[in-house]
């Protein structure tokens, strides 16, 4: 196992965020789960997992709307989410 790089570690934590920022509203935090095939018990245990990272933000870049709302929220360039998800992708 190597050490994670500062970008891995960027984007993790931007998706981490993203996630917060995603299950603050009910409706979008049941889309996020039904899209996903998780259930709360199964986001909390893979949490860490590359993959379900970029999936929750993949979720998100499904729906513009989501998207922007999250990267104005978390004050960050929509595309920051993109890349992030594209780096977990990546490390999957």
């Given at each position: 196992?190597?050490?994670a790089s500062s970008n891995e570690e960027a984007a993790e934590t931007t998706a981490l965020r993203?996630?917060?920022?995603?299950?603050s509203d009910?409706?979008?935090?049941a889309r996020l789960l039904a899209l996903t095939g998780l259930d709360g018990a199964g986001l909390r245990a893979r949490i860490g997992e590359p993959a379900v990272l970029a999936a929750a933000l993949g979720f998100l870049?499904?729906?513009e709307p989501d998207l922007l709302a999250c990267a104005d929220a978390l004050d960050v360039?929509?595309?920051a989410?993109?890349?992030a998800r594209a780096a977990l992708?990546?490390?999957a």
């Open positions: 196992m190597h050490p993203a996630i917060a920022w995603t299950l009910e409706d979008r935090a870049e499904s729906h360039a929509p595309l989410l993109v890349r992708e990546d490390t």
